[in-house]
């Protein structure tokens, strides 16, 4: 997938709000939390960086392509510089991985107000 095709997937789904902000770097959120970033090519963070659940963090951020997200690891995130390693599928799976697990850490409250 392209930057711009992940924009407009990320763009699609539920409850998500996007901000232009760090230079550039287009940040999807959630309820006001962060789920994924897209970064103008040669940025410093990765061009694509996602939020993991916490039990995949490890083998993927040592998997071919990946590496964890420079200011974000430790929150369980991972950077792919180059996104075309990933079919669109994959990509999909990941972001729509990344936007529930940040979904389902919102308070319930937030939750049924976003309607998640």
Same mark, same amino acid.
């Given at each position: 997938m392209t930057p711009r095709q992940i924009d407009k997937f990320c763009s699609s789904l539920p409850a998500a709000t996007r901000i232009v902000?760090?230079?550039? %770097? &287009?940040?999807?959120?959630v309820g006001g939390k962060m789920f994924c970033l897209i970064a103008?090519?040669?940025h410093s963070i990765?061009?694509?960086?996602?939020?993991c659940p916490p039990e995949h963090y490890e083998a993927l951020s040592r998997s071919d392509g990946f590496r964890?997200?420079?200011?974000l690891?430790?929150?369980?995130? %991972? &950077?792919v510089d180059d996104p075309s390693i990933l079919t669109a599928s994959?990509?999909?799976?990941y972001v729509k991985r990344a936007h529930a697990v940040i979904a389902a850490a919102l308070p319930k409250k937030k939750q049924a107000a976003l309607g998640l």
């Open positions: 902000q760090w230079g550039g %770097v &287009a940040v999807f959120k103008p090519n040669d990765g061009r694509v960086c996602f939020k964890p997200a420079p200011y690891a430790r929150a369980k995130w %991972v &950077a994959e990509m999909k799976a």
